[in-house]
């Protein structure tokens, strides 16, 4: 049995290497969203280079959230390849130690790595790409009619007044706030009757406010007004879950969110994915150990090539896109969300215990 003083002395050898790989895709996810962000708003008028760099800054949890299964397979790797190098393994072995004994460690800390993503890096992931869109939006100059009518709308109501479609450029507030908004109502026959370009639209009960708004009418000149309401019948329940991403809602709030819309007969699918997936996270964390160590075990032992690496990332990385590919079926509803989440990483699980026990116990 692997003594406790050797657990600690792997399980912190791949907590310090987890440590690097996060502070380097932290650093070149943060200059290329840096530079990506100069290149788009720098004509804007309100922009400023340190207001750039904290834009950029806070929606970094976001973009490294999406690359965590990656971080945990090239930690693995880059652990268990360190400690055969350095014959330390070769070591451990002799005294009796197993390889189920020592990949321990490395599983314990992707569970806890897969939680603090749950726990930490996802609320804030949530709350710094809101506040990094509502920055982003107030740098517009707020001329909406820019925004093409032809575009694919977000969201089409219905009231006693006719039918609206409603179209935006930025989405705000998980779904309630739109910045620079396209009101388009129609009469009874179809034809446009006229359109409202507003720098934000709020939802409130009943209606919508609008903000700065200028009215277009056929054969009429465009008129402005400081605030208009349009009414409506959508709930704000279903306006987040046609035009909020489920990645911009904090975990704690998916449970309340996905039983609030479910009330109102919305079925909710992309939420309740996103809220398995988030649970299935630290099992696939592990997973994704079980595969690196499929590969790097026996690096030292039979002079494993750069082949069999090779060979791991790509079957690390076959099975993120099959557990982006199910959570697609999942988000639309032809796949139960539960099932989408967890069978991809229940089959990989499976799989790099049967290739271990095959290798290491015949």
């Known amino acids: 049995m ?16 987890t440590c690097y790989f996060l502070l380097g895709i932290f650093a070149l996810a943060l200059l290329l969203d840096f530079t990506e962000n100069a290149n788009r708003m720098s004509s804007l008028p309100n922009y400023s280079v340190m207001q750039a760099f904290v834009v950029s800054a806070l929606r970094i949890p976001f973009l490294m959230q999406q690359m965590i299964p990656f971080v945990a397979l090239f930690s693995a790797m880059a652990t268990l390849i360190s400690l055969n190098r350095r014959y330390e393994l070769v070591v451990a072995r002799s005294v009796g130690v197993s390889a189920w004994q020592f990949l321990l460690p490395a599983c314990f800390g992707a569970f806890l ?19 990094a869109e509502e920055m982003a939006a107030s740098w517009k100059t707020g001329k909406v009619t820019a925004v093409s009518a032809l575009r694919d709308p977000w969201l089409r109501q ?14 705000l507030n998980q779904g309630a706030t739109l910045a620079d908004a396209t009101f388009i109502t129609f009469n009874n026959d ?21 903000t700065d708004v200028t009215r277009f009418a056929l054969a009429e000149e465009p008129v402005q007004y400081k605030s208009i309401e349009i009414p409506t019948q959508l709930r704000p329940e279903f306006v987040q879950e046609k035009l909020a991403s489920p990645e911009t809602i904090p975990f704690f709030q998916l449970p309340h969110t996905i039983k ?5 007969g919305y079925s909710a699918n992309a939420f309740d994915m996103q809220f398995q997936s988030l649970l299935a996270l630290p099992a696939l964390l592990m997973a994704m150990t079980l595969i690196a160590a499929t590969v790097s075990l026996k690096f030292v032992r039979f002079g494993q090539s750069g082949t069999m690496i090779l060979g791991g990332v790509m079957a690390g990385f076959v099975l993120y896109v099959v557990t982006v590919l199910v959570k697609a079926f999942g988000d639309a509803g032809f796949v139960p969300p539960f099932v989408a989440a967890w069978v991809p990483v229940v089959i990989a699980t ?5 290739f271990l026990l095959h290798k290491e116990d015949g």
């Not at 003594?3 to 907590?15: D, K, N, P, S």
């Not at 499976?350 to 049967?354: A, D, K, L, T, Y």
């Open 158 to 171: 219905k009231t006693d007044e006719g039918e609206t479609i409603i179209g935006a450029k930025s989405i």
């Open 190 to 210: 179809k034809s446009i009757k006229e359109r409202f370009d507003a720098r934000q639209a709020d939802l409130k009960p009943g209606f919508w406010q609008l």
């Open 113 to 131: 790595f897969g939680l603090g993503t749950i726990f930490i890096v996802n609320p804030l992931s949530a709350y710094g790409f809101n506040k």
């Open 2 to 17: 692997i003594g406790w003083t050797l657990a600690r002395y792997f399980f912190m050898r791949y907590v310090r290497i």
């Open 260 to 264: 609030v819309a479910r009330s109102f």
């Open 350 to 354: 499976f799989f790099g215990v049967s």
